[in-house]
């Protein structure tokens, strides 16, 4: 099926729509109308217990949500009171309702929802819709807030794990989730004669298929991406390969760079190509045109040559081997660095390793959207209590000591269900538009597997313990303390970021022992991070007084400069890079081209489980 513009403003309404059907039209819209409600039904129920969280409860439970909802229960029984005051706020909730529909039934004017699912017109035009998304609206709010009357009765844990799952149930009985009460799909659905819904069963059946038999929504058309030709196409070469990294040099495009090589450290959860979708977003490109010499890793996904790696074997074989080899590239004595998310909690626990050892080789170290702090990490804390890491400890012994990328995939995706899960499933299984080609949600879709090892010690000794901000995490044999990292430290944090909160990136901040730099980029994990300032979009703070006792407290006295940190962050970058020398061009090793052999690894190319 063709994919169409929405153009909300000129459609017809659907009163308009069944105006204009004829009998024998209408009988069989109607017939088609129950075998396709069925069908959105059945595909509800799919999404909701074949991936998410919630799902896990058909598998007996291994994420805990019902120990979750019976601790809720049990905590109300022991505080009758809570029940009235929740009971209470639900009534008052439904009394507004019923009075701000009479008011806009009186003026004619209705308040326009900021909720981008209710953003079609029938949702503030039609009576019937208006009614049904503000009574979903007080219904939600109320579901979502229960745990809170009853915190005190609750282990942390467990208010935590039932907030999560009360907002994942919450989003998911969405009435835009349902063809029956989704304006915009029934109106497409008569427009089409339910050509729509029959494309979007034939796109859900693929992704079935796709998925080996579970639901695998299909976020984009990845048949138009080609690594090294419309994405990561910066020139340069693999200078050093080992079982777990390559190492690639970037060509300099002018005849002289800094003499201090900057190395990046990216997450290994996603590949490196984030910092090189395109020409006009790539920021090894942005830094390769500042004068730098730019060397980025690039993770091995783990197979059966890596699957049993350890944090140990990361710093060893990854962090100091790609120290050792850019040093040798360039023939300088000294780097800077950057660590990306995981990459840089890794990158931080080398570096206190390295303060222990009297080893001064990397000169500074920015940090992007990462933590080293995980008191206030957000909402992934839910797979990080004895339940959570239990029922992922048993996902990585099924596939053989691996934790799975499709797994990861899936996480992450739940983190944000409206905007990565519930959208698709609107989209193409009840628009039935084909998915539409969009580089970011490509590289989002090329995950990668990791040691099951590397993710038991970063969920038990990061998330859960929080060992590394206390000084208690060991890296080759040694305790570790970053108070000890004394050199210059920028940490970037993303104010909408989900995965890494900004409170919890600000306590990053203060962990180490040196002169430390904070600055705070609008938007989320990703389009915080990556904002070429070409672009001219979003916005970063900033404040150069000493670093107070929270983020919130930062954020009182910081100063909002339009477009990309990237500049901002280059002027405190600049003067740690060293003088200009003749810029060394990237050695061919015969190991290949920029952007290398492992990035090129799909997860299909990987059989699971390992044996």
Not at 480 to 493: F, S, T, Y
Not at 538 to 564: I, R, V
Request: glycine share 8%; aromatic share 10%.
């Amino acid at each position: 099926m063709a994919d169409r513009k929405d153009n909300k403003g000129t459609q017809p309404t659907l009163a308009e729509l069944l105006t204009h059907q004829n009998p024998l039209e209408m009988q069989s819209l109607l017939t088609t109308l129950a075998l396709a409600n069925t069908e959105s039904q059945a595909l509800f129920l799919d999404v909701l217990t074949g991936n998410g969280p919630l799902g896990t409860v058909t598998s007996g439970d291994p994420m805990g949500v019902g120990e979750a909802f019976r601790a809720l229960g049990l905590a109300f029984s022991q505080k009758p009171s809570a029940i009235v005051n929740a009971n209470m706020e639900l009534m008052q909730g439904w009394m507004q309702l019923w009075q701000e529909m009479a008011i806009e039934g009186i003026s004619g004017e209705h308040a326009k929802d900021r909720d981008r699912r209710f953003s079609d017109p029938e949702w503030q035009n039609n009576l019937g819709f208006r009614f049904m998304r503000k009574a979903y609206e007080v219904n939600a709010k109320w579901l979502m807030g229960l745990a809170d009357h009853v915190q005190d009765e609750m282990p942390d844990n467990l208010h935590f794990r039932t907030k999560f799952f009360s907002q994942q149930l919450a989003d998911s009985l969405s009435p835009t989730n349902f063809l029956g009460s989704n304006p915009q799909a029934m109106r497409e659905f008569i427009q089409s004669g339910g050509a729509s819904v029959l494309e979007g069963i034939r796109l859900a059946r693929a992704d079935v298929k796709k998925g080996g038999g579970k639901l695998y929504i299909t976020q984009t058309d990845e048949s138009q991406f080609q690594l090294g030709e419309n994405v990561a196409t910066a020139p340069g070469q693999v200078v050093f390969r080992n079982d777990l990294i390559e190492l690639i040099h970037y060509t300099p495009p002018g005849e002289q760079t800094y003499a201090r090589p900057l190395l990046i450290f990216p997450p290994w959860i996603n590949k490196f190509y984030i910092l090189d979708l395109r020409e006009e977003n790539s920021m090894i490109r942005w830094l390769l045109d500042r004068g730098l010499s730019v060397f980025v890793v690039s993770w091995r996904s783990a197979d059966k040559v890596t699957k049993d790696y350890t944090w140990d074997d990361y710093v060893k074989n990854g962090i100091y081997a790609a120290v050792e080899a850019t040093l040798q590239a360039t023939g300088q004595k000294s780097l800077n660095t950057v660590g990306y998310c995981i990459g840089g909690t890794l990158l931080s626990s080398a570096l206190g390793h390295m303060a222990a050892q009297g080893d001064d080789r990397i000169k500074s170290t920015t940090f992007f959207a990462s933590q080293s702090d995980f008191a206030l990490a957000g909402d992934l804390k839910v797979f990080t209590d004895d339940s959570g890491r239990a029922y992922l400890a048993s996902i990585i012994d099924e596939h053989g000591g691996v934790m799975p990328g499709t797994m990861m995939y899936e996480t992450f995706n739940w983190l944000r269900p409206n905007d990565l899960v519930w959208r698709y499933v609107i989209d193409q299984y009840m628009l039935g538009k084909e998915p539409r080609p969009f580089d970011l949600l490509y590289w989002n879709s090329d995950q990668t597997n990791i040691p099951g090892k590397v993710h038991k010690k970063y969920l038990k000794d990061c998330y859960a313990k929080n060992k590394l901000a206390r000084g208690k995490f060991t890296v080759l044999g040694e305790k570790v303390d970053l108070k000890n990292v004394k050199i210059p430290v920028m940490v970037q944090a993303s104010r909408d970021d989900h995965i890494c909160p900004m409170e919890s990136v600000y306590r990053t901040a203060k962990v180490f022992g040196g002169k430390t730099d904070f600055i705070l980029a609008a938007s989320g994990h990703i389009a915080g991070v990556v904002n070429h300032p070409d672009a001219q979009k979003y916005c970063h703070w900033t404040n150069d007084g000493e670093l107070p006792e929270t983020g919130a407290e930062w954020m009182e006295d910081a100063e909002e400069h339009k477009g990309s940190w990237w500049p901002t962050w280059w002027e405190w970058l600049r003067p740690k890079s060293g003088r200009k020398v003749n810029a060394k061009q990237p050695k061919d090793m015969g190991l290949g081209a920029a952007p290398g052999t492992y990035v090129k690894i799909r997860l299909e190319d990987i059989k699971l489980p390992l044996v």
